[in-house]
């Protein structure tokens, strides 16, 4: 990570999907949450299906986030028209 140039790294659904469970998994997000945050990188947690892992992303600092909690994947034409009418 540190010669890569990038702005935003994902937190793969693989992770949010055993957040809940599997006390190792919090502990990692949390270091990806720490190191972003140094580097000034932007976090993206993908794969967001319950309330629950929003709630254990959101204390572990991820402040961004996808997944079907939200939406079903779109193509970018319909999410521009939804986008104009809210």
Same mark, same amino acid.
């Given at each position: 990570?540190?010669?890569?140039? =990038?702005?935003? /790294?994902?937190?793969?659904?693989? =992770?949010?999907?055993?957040?809940?469970?599997?006390?190792?998994? %919090?502990?990692?997000?949390?270091?990806?949450?720490?190191?972003?945050?140094?580097?000034?990188? %932007? /976090?993206?947690?993908?794969?967001?299906?319950?309330?629950? %892992?929003?709630?254990? /992303?959101?204390?572990?600092?991820?402040?961004?986030? %996808?997944? =079907? /909690?939200?939406?079903?994947?779109?193509?970018?034409?319909?999410?521009?028209?939804?986008?104009?009418?809210?």
């Amino acid at each position: 990570m540190a010669t890569a140039k =990038f702005d935003i /790294l994902k937190i793969d659904r693989g =992770f949010v999907k055993d957040i809940i469970s599997n006390e190792n998994t %919090q502990t990692i997000v949390e270091a990806i949450v720490s190191v972003c945050k140094k580097l000034n990188i %932007q /976090l993206v947690a993908e794969g967001v299906e319950n309330e629950s %892992q929003l709630e254990v /992303l959101e204390n572990c600092g991820v402040k961004t986030v %996808q997944g =079907f /909690l939200f939406s079903k994947p779109m193509p970018m034409t319909e999410y521009e028209w939804k986008n104009s009418y809210k």
